[in-house]
């Protein structure tokens, strides 16, 4: 990336510090600095507490359907990423999927395709994601995790079509705090993880406070491979993060934070083979026998078994290939937080992030690296925001927002593929193929929302967002021989024959307006109705395609609008023991972006269409019982209906799931039309029930804690090709845990099973070419963690 755009960056967030000390001025003149500041309350340790609209306001008078996983959860049943989250909120789906992680919430993704926006956008600490890859790494001194199910974009902008993830870390305390823990774990499979996670925290001076903390995890793979070559799985994850807050002045705090995260996994991504066809040879379109794989590792199968066959010491043309993931990602984030007395608070939110990424892997199995296709993904990302938001004081009737964003990002994705199917199958391509792309993206925008109430008991919220947003992109593409070297061929981009090389840009604006109704008959219950849009940006294809007259060419496709209804109700009952939640949904997703994959390809290339609408409606559902001081039960249960409405042209042939043939109205081929088929990770119903022990003094001054889950999820696709090995079928999940507190509560021991029943769950599926694969969830795990903390 040009250093002339980082300066721009660096810049810009020096002007974000340079406006402390006016606007600390401006303050000091509205304000007397002896003025006496209000007594700090003490937080109800029973209100849950999350930041939905910007404000810390407590979950139940929240009108929005919010769900919020909190640290004790997170370390009693020890989740460690977005994927063990989702086990616990309804109507979200982590996909750790080998190409491209995705969220999904109520039935609304991304698919599999790097140059396509997030569907459900993803804060931290009030900075949006960029890229998904991120969403790999671990969570680690984590305060809480809210998801906000519903487009969110007057607040929060664009690509949060579906909802939004806020993830807020541990602040810096004002009282000296320290703590280690260290955990290991066994797979009922093969492999296990040991790891550490420690933090300390406190005043350095009067007026500034710190804290660091860091993260440690060493897993061996839980995916056996038969062949030589390391389990699918094995990763070491490192991640430190550093805070500082500092007191500016009688009413402004500056907060700055740099962390850092790597990882590094060997061996194919957790992945089996279910089914092949030969791609090449006399053979060709037939289905390949499990024999055929067994010449190269004689227990293979098609099975769903936690089991896959790779070869990282098989030679072709020269050459070893072992597959690999590896990532390093890098941040900072100022903020500037400057309180006017009687009004308000003036926010600056500046953030810097820079991700390299590089993902090596394998299409097919059986000693695949002596054969198939070894593909090379290397992305590099910068990106710039700038935030600043007006948050108004809660006046007597009314109270507002109002802000401006800007974003400036960079992405370079290199692609390079090796392919040798002959030698493997005996017949099919051999050759190279470089398909590179750049992305430069600049938004600006401007929201507000007001809250007015209007009545007694009634409020009405009414908000909106204009945004503008410039795409520039860039393609080279060269097939070459295999074995080709790509540094050598990227060298000549442009100057040899049969290159295709194409530069377009794009631009677009939308206003996604919201409003919202909120009743409250009493102070234990609140009604709401909302009407809302978020939008989810366009962009271009990163993979050509050829068109009618034989050339190729890089597809556009337009933004993506979701029109929301809800009505929902929040309630408390027997003073507080008891708290429900429900919420009805409908939701509109017009020019519905989809993957369709291009036939006659051996690896399957994605054209990006604004092919599909689609609706999911449906009914959400959790509550909170606290039976005694000793006994809590709860739950969760969502129904959701997502579907096409209109999906034309989506494959040539349909699958057995559905769907309707139609003539395509250029060239009058038949072509199937998905209309009525269910978006893929949409589970018609999913839910969950949990039974909870606390009791102190236990064994004589020991506390106890145990809790124990079930989570249960119906069936759901994972890809659009509707191929029943891509289908998962009902599972469900048992989870237990029990911890012992010391009578200081400063040492603890935990005791953590996770998938008791070992219930095997996909976490994504492909069909790739002639090859259909599948990832599934970790089996069973038992868990002990070890912590103390002073």
């Excluded at 602040?171 to 499979?189: L, M």
């Excluded at 996604?512 to 939008?535: C, I, K, W, Y």
Aim: proline fraction near 5%; glycine fraction near 10%.
């Amino acid at each position: 990336m040009a250093k002339s755009k980082t300066r721009i960056y660096l810049r810009n967030m020096g002007i974000g510090v340079c406006l402390i000390p006016f606007i600390n001025g401006v303050a000091l003149a509205q304000v007397d600095a002896n003025e006496p500041q209000a007594a700090e309350q003490e937080p109800d340790e029973n209100v849950v507490v999350v930041t939905a609209t910007r404000r810390a306001e407590s979950i139940q008078d929240v009108p929005v359907s919010v769900a919020s996983v909190d640290a004790e959860l997170i370390a009693n049943t020890g989740s460690i990423d977005i994927a063990d989250i989702s086990l616990y909120v309804p109507n979200f789906e982590f996909s750790d999927s080998s190409i491209l992680p995705n969220l999904y919430i109520r039935g609304i993704g991304s698919g599999t395709t790097h140059s396509v926006e997030q569907s459900v956008g993803r804060f931290v600490d009030d900075i949006y994601i960029g890229r998904a890859a991120i969403n790999l790494h671990p969570l680690f001194d984590v305060g809480n995790v809210e998801v906000l199910r519903g487009p969110q974009g007057t607040l929060f902008g664009k690509n949060t079509i579906a909802g939004a993830v806020i993830l807020n870390t541990q602040d810096p305390t004002s009282s000296f705090e320290a703590g280690i823990s260290a955990f290991a774990s066994d797979f009922s499979t093969v492999g296990g993880t040991y790891g550490y996670e420690a933090y300390l925290s406190g005043p350095l001076t009067d007026n500034l406070r710190g804290r660091v903390s860091a993260f440690y995890r060493d897993r061996d793979g839980y995916i056996e491979n038969r062949l030589p070559g390391p389990d699918g799985g094995t990763r070491e994850d490192v991640a430190v993060r550093g805070k500082l807050q500092w007191d500016a002045g009688v009413n402004t705090t500056v907060d700055l934070k740099l962390e850092y995260f790597t990882f590094d996994e060997e061996g194919q991504t957790p992945s089996e083979v279910t089914s092949a066809n030969f791609p090449g040879g006399p053979l060709a379109g037939q289905p390949v026998p499990e024999s055929f794989f067994q010449r190269f590792s004689p227990d293979f199968s098609y099975d769903r078994d936690w089991m896959s066959d790779y070869d990282c010491t098989a030679l072709l043309g020269g050459q070893t290939f072992c597959p690999e993931r590896n990532q390093d990602t890098f941040n900072v984030t100022l903020g500037i937080n400057q309180e006017i007395p009687g009004f308000g608070t003036i926010t600056s939110i500046t953030g810097f992030q820079t991700v390299e990424f590089l993902h090596r892997f394998v299409a097919l199995e059986g000693g695949v690296a002596g054969g198939g296709l070894r593909a090379t993904r290397d992305e590099e990302y910068e990106g710039f925001t700038q935030e600043i938001r007006l948050t108004s004081e809660e006046f007597d009737s009314y109270d507002f927002i109002i802000g401006a964003y800007y974003e400036n990002s960079e992405v370079v994705r290199l692609q390079y593929d090796d392919t040798d199917v002959a030698t493997f199958f005996g017949g099919g391509p051999v050759n190279s193929l470089i398909e590179d792309w750049t992305q430069d993206t600049e938004t600006i925008a401007v929201f507000g929302q007001f809250r007015w109430r209007f009545a007694d008991r009634w409020s009405a919220i009414l908000g909106g967002r204009w945004s503008y947003e410039e795409k520039d992109f860039t393609f080279f593409r060269r097939q070459g021989a295999y074995g080709a070297n790509p540094a050598a061929e990227r060298a000549t981009a442009g100057q040899v024959a049969g290159d295709f090389v194409d530069s377009l840009s794009r631009d677009e604006n939308r206003f996604t307006p919201s409003f919202t109704v909120r009743f409250e008959p009493n102070s234990d219950h609140m009604l709401f109705a909302s009407v809302s849009q978020g939008h989810k940006t366009g962009g271009f294809s990163d993979r050509p395609e050829l068109n009618d007259q034989g050339q190729f060419e890089i597809s556009e496709f337009n933004d993506e609008l979701n029109t929301a209804f809800e009505v929902g109700a929040k309630s408390s009952w027997f003073g507080g023991a008891l708290q429900t939640n429900l919420a009805v949904f409908y939701m509109l997703i017009e020019d519905l972006q989809v993957a369709r994959a291009v036939p006659n390809q051996f690896t399957n290339t994605f054209q990006v269409l604004n092919a599909a609408e689609a609706t999911s409606w449906g009914v959400e559902f959790d509550a909170n019982w606290s039976l005694s001081d000793n006994w809590t039960i709860g739950g969760n249960i969502a129904y959701t209906n997502a579907s096409y409405d209109d999906f034309p042209g989506a494959s040539e042939d349909c699958p057995p799931a559905g769907g309707t043939l139609e003539p395509d109205p250029v060239t009058g081929t038949p072509l199937c039309n998905y209309a009525g088929l269910p978006l893929i990770f949409a589970p018609e119903w999913k839910g969950g029930a949990f039974v909870q022990y606390e009791h102190v003094d236990f064994l004589g001054e020991w506390d106890v804690f145990a809790r124990g889950d079930v989570n249960y999820s119906s069936g759901y696709f994972t890809e659009l090709e509707y191929v029943p090995v891509l289908e998962q079928d009902d599972f469900a999940t048992l989870n237990a845990n029990i911890t012992f507190r010391s009578p200081n509560d400063d040492f603890s021991v935990a005791f953590i099973g996770r998938n008791l029943t070992e219930a095997y769950s996909l976490a994504w599926g492909l069909q790739a070419g002639p090859s259909t694969f599948v990832a599934p969830n970790a089996p069973r795990e038992l868990m002990v963690r070890l912590s103390w903390r002073y």
